[in-house]
């Protein structure tokens, strides 16, 4: 028994609208082909499929069990042509993007889902890199794009434009002991436990970078791969932690205090590759996207309106 691709998808419209009328409008048939064809797969089915009333149509038992398997055979059929489409697409190297730590947490995700969707065929490869080997891979012809940090890329010779805040902030459990304070010097900060990424992480490298030499040495009660875990026990009260302005939700019931140090005023730029000094369709697209991405993202330390929760910085 052979059943046509195109009666089936007919089939499972005419269901879903319960009208055979909505269902050939759907496929853009007539009534009386589209009627044609539901009497053609019901008599090579050999069996009623659907049950005709005066307001419109249902399926019967054994039109449910063909719907249903219907879907999954279509289902297949759509993975099949994908899967073959992508031999016959125009081979097309990657897009490189690097990117520190923070931008990693919610601005380079968020830009990708959009990018990724709009341009199924352009593929990207990302990596988490600190900013002076971003600039060397960049400036070397190793990648298309980069998210640095303004203070490590100046003079680097390469066209750069702002992207967003990234400065840094301190965090703790709501109502915790940072409760009523406003700000906090590193060494403030430095007093009370705290909570940090892992010591190979390009933030945890750039914080211990820009300290003192004189700086406290701090008590780390853990240490994590993720922002997003880092924030997370940060609230539940295992230590106080620094992490960047844009890591922290405004919705999480947190207090926030801004860090006081030159160091901690940080912004993102976006950086260009110098392999190409005019940028494919592609790449600047994909620019485009983090532009939204990073004008997009919250930037508010405050706590809802009537939540009952209060802020610290």
């Known amino acids: ?24 409008r759907r496929m853009h048939l007539s009534l009386p ?14 069996v009623a499929l659907l049950i005709r009333g005066r307001r419109g149509v249902r399926p019967t038992p054994a039109g449910s069990t063909l719907a249903r398997h219907a879907r999954e055979v279509l289902a297949q059929t759509a993975r099949l042509e994908s899967a073959v489409a992508s031999y016959t697409r125009s081979p097309t190297a990657p897009l490189t993007l690097l990117s520190g730590g923070s931008a990693m947490h919610r601005l380079v995700p968020q830009a ?5 969707r709009a341009h199924p065929d352009v593929d990207v490869t990302v990596s988490e890199s600190r900013t002076p080997e971003t600039v060397r891979k960049l400036t070397d012809g190793e990648a298309d794009l980069g998210v640095v940090v303004d203070d490590e890329a100046r003079d680097c010779g390469l066209a750069m434009e702002p992207l967003g805040d990234d400065s840094l902030v301190v965090i703790g459990q709501a109502d915790g002991i940072l409760a ?14 705290l909570v940090g990424l892992d010591p190979g992480s390009s933030l ?8 003192d030499p004189h700086a406290p040495a701090v008590r780390y009660r853990t240490t994590v791969a993720d922002l997003g875990v880092l924030v997370a026990l940060a609230a539940a009260g295992v230590g106080l932690a620094l992490v960047p302005r844009r890591a922290v939700d405004p919705g999480r019931p947190l207090d926030v205090c801004e860090l006081q140090d ?17 940028s494919s369709p592609a790449t ?21 309106e009537g939540s009952g929760e209060r802020r610290s910085g």
């Open 204 to 211: 945890r490298r750039w914080i211990e970078k820009h300290l």
């Open 262 to 278: 030159p160091w901690a005023r940080r912004h993102h730029l976006l950086a260009w590759g110098a392999k190409d000094r005019t």
């Open 1 to 24: 028994m052979r059943y046509d691709l195109d009666d089936l998808r007919l089939f499972l419209d005419i269901v879903s609208e319960g009208s055979i009328t909505a269902g050939a």
């Open 33 to 46: 082909s589209a009627s044609a064809r539901v009497r053609s797969l019901e008599h090579q089915a050999g």
């Open 284 to 304: 600047e697209a994909l620019a485009e996207h983090l532009r939204r991405a990073a004008l997009s993202e919250p930037v508010s330390l405050g706590r809802p």
């Open 180 to 193: 009523g304070r406003r700000a906090l010097t590193y060494s403030e900060v430095a007093e009370h436990p």
């Open 112 to 116: 990708l889902v959009s990018f990724l």
